[in-house]
């Protein structure tokens, strides 16, 4: 088992939502803060050897839990482009994905999931499992490489109790980790305190079902509140007795959720299991210190500025300056993308490059002409399904604005297909009835 404390001074509070003169919003900062701290951990995950785990022509596949309106994946998206693919599973309502606003990264790499229940309530036992099996079913059965998890709602007057009212939410953030990732695979998620026996009891179980884990607050949170992030690395093998116990804890918290009487769950694995290993213990003790010393800093100097408001704090900009070097986040204002025209689209793409061999109708490839083929380079193979209707060109330009090159009109003609494919794509291809099922129906 190993435990790491990171713990930073956090001057660099931003001010606002939505930041003027940054790439991201609030929360997508705060994703690039956590994975640049751990060396791109999540974006550029390795093995225990230094190993990239995401092989040769392999996408990286990410989770993204509890997580509207998704500033989280934008922010992966933003830095691995279509090279990946992103599953997500939020509440449905006002706090849903909302993949019009993700102008950082290419949102079709990006499928939300709600679960057999509709709702996307990742305290449903069915919604677990169905996403489970989602995942899983596009993954190759392998599960992500990584999941991230924000969950969090509204304590309102109750704030003093966050951490107890947060407790199912802590447990099934977990679980679902627990079921979608690989061996091998990372997990960050959101805590709020860590003081009671059944929190503490849930991290003391990520640690059995990890190499390491580590209690981590980002810059970029807010310095005087309770949140903090766990970071586990390296999924265990034998996991799944975790998982099932995870798994029946949650049904019974349902099920005295679901009846008026006072009956709970108020620790997962027995207090002195917890103080017996005392190197889990006194990190815990240690971390829970840290942040609570630096949280009184911080509350008291809000008090300060509050009482005066001429008071400038005038480190600020200088250490945004120097936290967006090293998240290597360009420092530059957050717009919607550009949208342009086909054919200059694929003049930027093409960059002086002349395809024009390809307005020609491919011919197949006979034994006769296979002999006349003396110089190779001089052409070019493609594989055909259908000679009827030759080959083009299809551009890309977001969502499904997808257009294709007649190269009869020498235009580009929109395509009226349920198909999107990220801004800039350029491929040379041909559409096809693709036959589904045992009776081939379309
Ligand atoms: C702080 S926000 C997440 C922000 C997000 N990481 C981002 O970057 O935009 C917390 C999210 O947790 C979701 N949430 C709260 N309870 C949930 C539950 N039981 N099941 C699924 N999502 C939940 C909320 O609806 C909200 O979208």
Redesign the pocket.
Known sequence: MAYEIFFLSSEFDLPKQNIIGLEFNR??MKMANIDAMFDFMFTDPKDVYGKSTVGENELLYFADV???????SEYVLWRKKWECKGFGF??KGQ?DFKLEDFFAGPPETFEPYYGEDGD????SPRNLKSFQKFVRSNTEGKGVHFMMA????SVEGRENEQEILSKR?YLCQFLCALLILRKGGHFVCKLFDLFTAFSVGLVYLMCMAFEKICIFKPNTSRPANSERYIICKWLKEDIKDIADYMFEVNEKLGKYSSTTSDADIVEVVPLEVLKENEEFYDYIVTSNDKLGTNQIIHLDKIRVFAQNTNLHEEKQSDIRKECLALWKVPDKARSAPPRCEPGIAYKQLMQGENLSYINNSPGPLTPNLLKKLDRIFDYHCVVCGETKIPPSLFIGLGKSNIYQYDPNSSKWLKLELVLELPANTLFYGELIQELKGENAVV
């Open positions: 929360a997508a509890c997580a509207g309106p998704g500033g989280f939020t509440l706090n996307g309530d990742i305290y924000d969950g969090g709602f939410l």
